[in-house]
């Protein structure tokens, strides 16, 4: 518990460092976008290869990767079924299922794994899960339904994955990993050293983000968004941690690890793909805001549980 607390606050202090900095505009117009791409393109592939690939397959790929795919689906699979019944139309529907089904892995999940977990590699699963499947699964279809603006290749979108070089490197990563070889320290060390810079940039962009972040959701919005929210912030826990205690039997830590992958908030990627295509921004937005808001207290009181 005391090493949970200790983590918590040393991202919460990082994040409020992002958030002023977002506040008063320190960084100029174009600051969120330049650590953004340094850290999407050099930072995070590093930090995600070096980890992998110096770790063996079967702590890569687990049991609580399962779980966490498994209740990500779950989740999506309800609220497209409750999209289908209300008639909400099938881009808002992918939207609101995007919102529930994508975790933020990235900016938050992998400082939180990192230092309250004690490794980067818990959220891997999820993320190639999320880029190699879900994405270009759900781009697809809002694409193919957009009634106006120019279409993208199906081609396209699929390879989205391959274009995408976090993915990349986790990919070579696993594939280190699995093939059981030893990358000498001259290649490791250097990929290490570039590594270290990604989880605080990532912290500072997460809080850049929550400032101007807007918690009213539209009169249309507010029963999907409350929806996604208890879907994302309350289903998917409890399912997680009925699998991994109950089901695969796994041991109070994994189960906590589980848990705690299911109680992070929506990725801010969504709200990316909202406002790229003109649809469900509401629930997007506000879903991302009240689970990352949530997720805070969530993530204690698992800790407090589970010892």
């Known amino acids: 518990m005391d090493g949970v607390l200790k983590g918590f606050f040393v991202v919460s202090i990082v994040l409020l460092i992002g958030y002023i ?51 990500a ?22 939207i609101g299922a995007l919102s529930v089904g994508i975790v933020n892995s990235t900016n938050l999940g992998v400082p939180l794994s990192l230092y309250i977990l004690g490794s980067a590699t818990y959220v891997t699963p999820i993320m ?37 070089p976090v993915t990349v490197a986790a990919i070579l990563g696993v594939l280190v990993s699995a093939l059981g070889i030893q990358l000498p320290s001259l290649v490791l060390d250097p990929l290490a050293l570039v590594a270290q810079l990604a989880v605080p940039l990532m912290l500072i962009i997460f809080g850049m983000s929550l400032h101007g972040l807007s918690v ?8 999907p968004t409350t929806i996604a929210v208890i879907l994302k912030s309350a289903i998917q826990p409890v399912l997680a941690w009925v699998l991994a205690a109950f089901v695969f039997q796994l041991d109070p830590f994994s189960t906590f690890v589980v848990t705690a992958c299911a109680i992070l908030p929506t990725g801010q990627n969504v ?11 509401g629930i997007a937005q506000s879903t991302a805001v009240f689970t990352s808001i949530l997720a805070v207290p969530l993530l204690l009181g698992a800790a407090w549980l589970f010892g």
Request: glycine share 8%.
């Open 21 to 71: 900095l977002g506040k008063t505009k320190a960084l100029g117009p174009e600051g969120s976008k330049v650590l953004s791409t340094l850290t999407f393109m050099v930072g995070l592939p590093c930090l995600m290869f070096s980890a992998i690939a110096s770790r063996h397959i079967n702590d890569v790929l687990s049991a609580t990767g399962l779980i966490s795919v498994v209740t």
């Open 73 to 94: 689906v779950a989740v999506m699979l309800v609220f497209t079924v409750a999209g289908t019944i209300a008639r909400w139309g099938v881009r808002r529907t992918t």
């Open 128 to 164: 190639l899960f999320q880029l190699a499947i879900v994405t270009p699964i759900a781009l697809t279809i809002l694409d193919l339904t957009d009634p106006a603006g120019k279409k993208v290749s199906v081609w396209r979108t699929l390879s989205i994955p391959f274009r995408n």
């Open 216 to 223: 009213r959701p539209g009169i249309d919005d507010r029963v």
């Open 271 to 281: 709200v990316l793909y909202s406002v790229r295509y003109g649809v469900g921004q």
